[in-house]
């Protein structure tokens, strides 16, 4: 059944966009990610604007992302005063990200923008992922288990302007989380994502946050982050088409589902090395499309006449 999209001004499959959005809560679900940063590319893959891709991308984290937050709220995982800060740098990186992205549609540079920020990013975070996967896997086979690193002291505790979160029990300056907020911001909004896969580990191993309250912390500052940039790409750029969005959502909602039941089949190490082996099977492809000959060749000239 075929589909019409007006902002996106294509026509596609509304199974396929159910599936596509099934896929990607499936994903949700299996691994504990938001799936931002494999939407956008997926969507390119299938004819959506690079543009339109981005915009929707954020407005299907923002429903993803609001159940987690409210699940972590009652559980009492998140930490607000951190959450603030972080959505302090969050809010001023999307309209910084926006602005940006306004500049590089204007001049006809936002797709290879897009392409090449997500080659960068998942290619680094993929390889690390799969290098990390592989040593759980080496290490669940032979039995030893990780040493534990004792928790030390380092540059962030030296900083200025100290606040004491403590949900995180910590007393470190502001301007860490805060930058760590502003550089998600802006990912948000050139890329489409919520940036915890960004976010999560610069909390754990920069900020010293204990795990048990980053995943809804990170959450806290993804759900207001995307839904500012949402709304600054619809009212700047035009670039939000809602019928996407919706069908992506259900599909989400129905794929969450059955990806948290499979999740709990699977071993960590197995989901992790899953995980990575899909990062960087999508980063192949983008970079492939970056380089590869278009199937249809054409130039731009002044007409004679």
């Known amino acids: 059944m075929q589909i019409y999209l007006p902002i996106a001004e294509v026509s596609v499959n509304a199974f396929l966009l159910l599936g596509l959005g099934g896929v990607i809560g499936l994903l949700s679900g299996l691994f504990g990610v938001g799936g931002g940063f494999l939407m956008t590319p997926l969507l390119i893959f299938i004819g959506i604007p690079h543009a339109v891709a981005v915009a929707t991308g954020a407005t299907q984290i923002v429903g993803s992302s609001a159940s987690g937050v409210l699940a ?15 959505l ?30 997500y080659v960068l990013f998942l290619g680094v975070i993929g390889a690390l992922m799969f290098i990390e996967s592989l040593a759980a896997l080496r290490r669940a086979r032979s039995g030893r288990m990780p040493r534990r690193k004792r928790k030390r002291h380092n540059w962030v505790h030296g900083l200025p302007l100290r606040m004491r979160f403590r949900a995180s029990n910590l ?28 976010m999560v580990p610069a909390m754990i191993y ?9 995943v809804g912390t990170s959450l806290f500052q993804i759900l207001f982050v995307t839904a500012v940039t949402t709304m600054l790409h619809a009212t700047e750029n035009y670039t939000v088409d809602v019928a996407l969005a919706v069908l992506l959502l259900i599909g989400g909602v129905i794929g969450a589902q059955f990806g ?46």
Do not use: N
């Open 171 to 198: 007393y470190i300056s502001a301007i860490p989380p805060f930058g760590v907020g502003l550089m998600v911001g802006v990912l948000a909004a050139i890329m489409g994502v919520g940036g915890g896969f960004v």
């Open 206 to 214: 920069i900020l010293g946050m204990p795990t048990a309250v980053v």
């Open 72 to 86: 972590h709220l009652r559980r009492k995982t998140v930490d607000i005063p951190m959450g603030l800060v972080l």
């Open 88 to 117: 302090a740098g969050g809010v001023l990186g999307s309209f910084l990200g926006v602005q940006l992205f306004s500049i590089l549609s204007a001049m006809g540079q936002v797709e290879l923008m897009v392409s090449l920020a």
């Open 260 to 305: 948290a039941r499979l999740g709990m089949r699977l071993k960590a190490e197995q989901m992790r090395f899953a995980l990575a082996a899909l990062v960087l099977l999508v980063c192949l492809k983008l970079a492939w499309d970056l380089v590869a000959t278009p199937e249809e060749l054409y130039s731009i000239a002044r007409s004679g006449a």
